[in-house]
């Protein structure tokens, strides 16, 4: 009989909605059963693309004895981190304030009041490697539950305070200057790996914000140190394992320093903070190798994660079915000698292990490699590569595909907008900027109500129940200002504003500038969640200062520039000590302390082959967080373009920066060296 999660709309959620565990999702209504009933919550916490939740799941959840016991002696909820970051954030950080480490699949155990008193992540069914099983953990917390209450009352009790005495030190609200940047440039530098490129030891994440950052310090100052570091971090991951040889897009993270062998799972939020990367990259330094990843990524987020409703599926999933009726991690993209053989021929099986580093011991796990592109003297015909790369491609559709999970969250959508509409106008590819206006069309549609507020999520082209946060707010207003300086629709700009004001009005704190990662007038948690450092993604608090900032350029408006200086507060306390997880805010400091700069191209109409060139040399400038508007002139579209004429008849670029405007310009050439610094 399936339980309460039938009904909702998070697939990790569905993924476990015939077991026999009786789940409840996370509610008010859970908790007053748990207070009726008088047993402690169950807390289980992961996501759909989560290898070892399905095998926790697999191992415990689909065990019909394991599955008794819980439903005797525990309320047992279960929640999608990805629809409920807020959960998952504040009972992640009593599991790593309690066991100095935390992870996925999380195990909570919580009063009915919502207090957590015992913790873990994965769990085995029998004890092994020092771990206890499962059902010892569950035996132990009902005897303490039943036998102990004052014990777990107090241990609760103490957890709650001491998360609440967790105060950010935010450094005030003066915004980095020279001296805290060049200081984070400098920590990174103490951090780089310069054999492998990229950030510390195994496992290795792409440091897509960092990479950022860089880009923008190397265009303010001129570093050449910085862009040394970005390009050859990006060369190196492009060449490994991490990256998707034959389809395009990246992997989760590198299981070892030299970026060879990824878990496996790819992730939306990952490939559109990449695309957008690559595409930065070529926009410093024309490199062909930043150009085709840029577009190979963009292809297969439109390809493989684009749903029908014009939206962004999250993920694909690490495992699939090896062809035996096993799900194993990585099946779908790994290959042996034998397999190259029979998909190729001899001589092209020899010429692709050459290529793509394939080999009889392999990279891999029983044999079988990891397809990279190992630096090698040999030069490779192109058009053979070409065919190769073709037959392995369709060769590896006829596998079994990993699962994806369908629903669409508000904030990755907003990266892959921002990400589609610039690779889109840099490489003259406007069925991108189509896939990114699709992705915002339904974004206002469905996640937007009629105060502008956000969901988080939908499937189906169906809301869901949660309400945004903060990262939402920040990386759908960030998405539509890109879009807003590629498309030239003020509607864009608009929206963003709408957002924005809810960012003003419900997360900052009035007095100290600094931002929650939940609305004001959210559900309550044991704690209101706040967090300025980057993880997988840019913090909502820095997603949501660099959008504050990129929106008071474009309008002149001093509440949303404040805003933003006084959120970015917390860099200067936190990006010379840890640059590595504040890239994206050191990456908004660069473009406060460039200005940013305000362009405005005007022209008798957006079809116009001058003015095409003008909007297009201004959206290749490299200038921090430069601003776009582009339009006929005297147009009200965009505040930017009031009061700028045609020059005698020709369409011109105006270019502004701390309240002080260049000459208008008619030539390309002035205007590229404008927006350089």
């Given at each position: 009989?399936?339980?309460?999660?039938?009904?909702?709309?998070?697939?990790?959620?569905?993924?476990?909605?015939?077991?026999?565990?009786?789940?409840?999702?996370?509610?008010?209504?859970?908790?007053?059963?748990?207070?009726?009933?008088?047993?402690?919550?169950?807390?289980?916490?992961?996501?759909?693309?989560?290898?070892?939740?399905?095998?926790?799941?697999?191992?415990?959840?689909?065990?019909?004895?394991?599955?008794?016991?819980?439903?005797?002696?525990?309320?047992?909820?279960?929640?999608?981190?990805?629809?409920?970051?807020?959960?998952?954030?504040?009972?992640?950080?009593?599991?790593?304030?309690?066991?100095?480490?935390?992870?996925?699949?999380?195990?909570?155990?919580?009063?009915?009041e919502a207090e957590p008193f015992y913790f873990g992540t994965y769990f085995p069914p029998a004890p092994r490697h020092g771990m206890p099983s499962f059902r010892q953990v569950l035996e132990g917390v009902r005897s303490a539950w039943t036998d102990r209450r004052d014990e777990v009352a107090e241990v609760a009790g103490k957890i709650?305070?001491?998360?609440?005495?967790?105060?950010?030190?935010?450094?005030?609200?003066?915004?980095?200057?020279?001296?805290?940047?060049?200081?984070?440039?400098?920590?990174?530098?103490?951090?780089?790996?310069?054999?492998?490129?990229?950030?510390?030891?195994?496992?290795?994440?792409?440091?897509?914000?960092?990479?950022?950052?860089?880009?923008?310090?190397?265009?303010?100052?001129?570093?050449?140190?910085?862009?040394?570091?970005?390009?050859?971090?990006?060369?190196?991951?492009?060449?490994?394992?991490?990256?998707?040889?034959?389809?395009?897009?990246?992997?989760?993270?590198?299981?070892?320093?030299?970026?060879?062998?990824?878990?496996?799972?790819?992730?939306?939020?990952?490939?559109?903070?990449?695309?957008r990367v690559y595409a930065h990259l070529w926009r410093t330094t024309g490199s062909d190798l930043a150009r085709r990843v840029a577009l190979e990524t963009a292809d297969f987020m439109v390809r493989e994660l684009r749903t029908e409703q014009g939206g962004f599926a999250s993920a694909l999933d690490a495992d699939s079915d090896d062809?035996?009726?096993?799900?194993?991690?990585?099946?779908?993209?790994?290959?042996?000698?034998?397999?190259?053989?029979?998909?190729?021929?001899?001589?092209?099986?020899?010429?692709?292990?050459?290529?793509?580093?394939?080999?009889?011991?392999?990279?891999?796990?029983?044999?079988?490699?990891?397809?990279?592109?190992?630096?090698?003297?040999?030069?490779?015909?192109?058009?053979?590569?070409?065919?190769?790369?073709?037959?392995?491609?369709?060769?590896?559709?006829?596998?079994?595909?990993?699962?994806?999970?369908?629903?669409?969250?508000?904030?990755?959508?907003?990266?892959?907008?921002?990400?589609?509409?610039?690779?889109?106008?840099?490489?003259?590819?406007?069925?991108?900027?189509?896939?990114?206006?699709?992705?915002?069309?339904?974004?206002?549609?469905?996640?937007?109500?009629?105060q502008a507020r956000l969901t988080r999520t939908s499937k189906d082209g169906r809301a869901g129940a949660n309400a945004g946060v903060l990262e939402d707010y920040g990386d759908v207003a960030e998405g539509f200002l890109a879009l807003a300086s590629v498309t030239g629709e003020g509607v864009w700009l608009d929206f963003a504003g709408?957002?924005?004001?809810?960012?003003?009005?419900?997360?900052?704190?009035?007095?100290?500038?600094?931002?929650?990662?939940?609305?004001?007038?959210?559900?309550?948690?044991?704690?209101?969640?706040?967090?300025?450092?980057?993880?997988?993604?840019?913090?909502?608090?820095?997603?949501?200062?660099?959008?504050?900032?990129?929106?008071?350029?474009?309008?002149?408006?001093?509440?949303?520039?404040?805003?933003?200086?006084?959120?970015?507060?917390?860099?200067?306390?936190?990006?010379?000590?840890?640059?590595?997880?504040?890239?994206?805010?050191?990456?908004?400091?660069?473009?406060?302390?460039?200005?940013?700069?305000?362009?405005?191209?005007?022209?008798?109409?957006?079809?116009?082959?001058?003015?095409?060139?003008?909007?297009?040399?201004?959206?290749?400038?490299?200038?921090?967080?430069?601003?776009?508007?582009?339009?006929?002139?005297?147009?009200?579209?965009?505040?930017?373009?009031?009061?700028?004429?045609?020059?005698?008849?020709?369409?011109?670029?105006?270019?502004?920066?701390?309240?002080?405007?260049?000459?208008?310009?008619?030539?390309?050439?002035?205007?590229?060296?404008?927006?350089?610094?």
């Open positions: 009989m399936p339980n309460r999660l039938a009904h909702e709309t998070s697939p990790y959620l569905l993924q476990h909605a015939d077991n026999p565990v009786d789940w409840w999702p996370w509610s008010e209504e859970a908790f007053e059963e748990a207070r009726r009933s008088d047993r402690p919550v169950l807390l289980s916490v992961g996501y759909s693309s989560c290898h070892w939740c399905h095998v926790m799941a697999h191992e415990s959840f689909e065990d019909e004895a394991t599955a008794e016991f819980l439903n005797a002696h525990f309320v047992n909820v279960k929640v999608d981190r990805e629809e409920r970051p807020d959960v998952d954030a504040v009972y992640m950080e009593a599991v790593q304030a309690a066991t100095g480490q935390g992870g996925w699949p999380m195990t909570v155990f919580l009063t009915p709650v305070r001491d998360l609440a005495g967790r105060d950010i030190s935010y450094g005030g609200t003066e915004a980095p200057g020279e001296q805290e940047l060049a200081q984070a440039l400098l920590g990174l530098t103490r951090e780089y790996d310069p054999q492998r490129g990229g950030f510390g030891g195994a496992p290795k994440f792409p440091p897509s914000m960092v990479i950022e950052f860089l880009l923008r310090h190397h265009a303010r100052t001129g570093a050449e140190g910085a862009l040394q570091m970005a390009q050859d971090t990006c060369e190196r991951m492009a060449r490994g394992g991490i990256y998707d040889q034959l389809g395009g897009g990246f992997a989760r993270y590198s299981v070892d320093r030299d970026w060879v062998v990824p878990h496996f799972e790819k992730m939306l939020y990952d490939n559109a903070l990449l695309c062809g035996t009726g096993r799900h194993v991690e990585g099946a779908y993209y790994v290959w042996t000698p034998g397999q190259l053989r029979e998909a190729l021929g001899d001589d092209d099986a020899e010429l692709a292990a050459r290529y793509f580093g394939v080999t009889e011991e392999g990279t891999f796990e029983e044999g079988a490699s990891v397809l990279q592109l190992p630096q090698r003297d040999e030069v490779f015909e192109a058009g053979r590569i070409a065919s190769v790369r073709q037959r392995l491609l369709e060769r590896r559709a006829s596998r079994p595909a990993p699962g994806r999970d369908d629903k669409v969250v508000a904030a990755w959508n907003g990266l892959a907008i921002a990400a589609l509409a610039e690779t889109g106008a840099y490489f003259d590819r406007p069925d991108l900027v189509e896939a990114a206006v699709g992705a915002a069309d339904l974004l206002v549609r469905v996640h937007l109500d009629e709408f957002l924005l004001d809810h960012v003003l009005a419900r997360f900052v704190d009035e007095e100290s500038g600094a931002l929650y990662d939940t609305a004001a007038d959210a559900e309550r948690l044991i704690r209101r969640p706040q967090d300025p450092t980057d993880n997988a993604v840019p913090s909502g608090w820095s997603a949501a200062a660099g959008a504050l900032l990129g929106y008071a350029a474009h309008t002149g408006s001093e509440a949303h520039r404040r805003a933003a200086e006084r959120a970015l507060g917390v860099v200067k306390a936190l990006g010379p000590r840890v640059p590595r997880f504040i890239g994206w805010g050191l990456a908004v400091a660069e473009a406060l302390l460039d200005g940013p700069r305000e362009v405005a191209v005007v022209g008798p109409s957006l079809s116009d082959e001058a003015t095409k060139t003008l909007h297009r040399t201004a959206l290749l400038g490299t200038a921090p967080g430069a601003v776009v508007a582009v339009g006929a002139a005297e147009s009200d579209e965009f505040p930017l373009l009031a009061d700028r004429p045609l020059q005698q008849g020709a369409p011109a670029a105006y270019v502004c920066r701390n309240f002080t405007c260049d000459a208008p310009t008619t030539d390309p050439e002035r205007l590229r060296e404008a927006l350089s610094s």
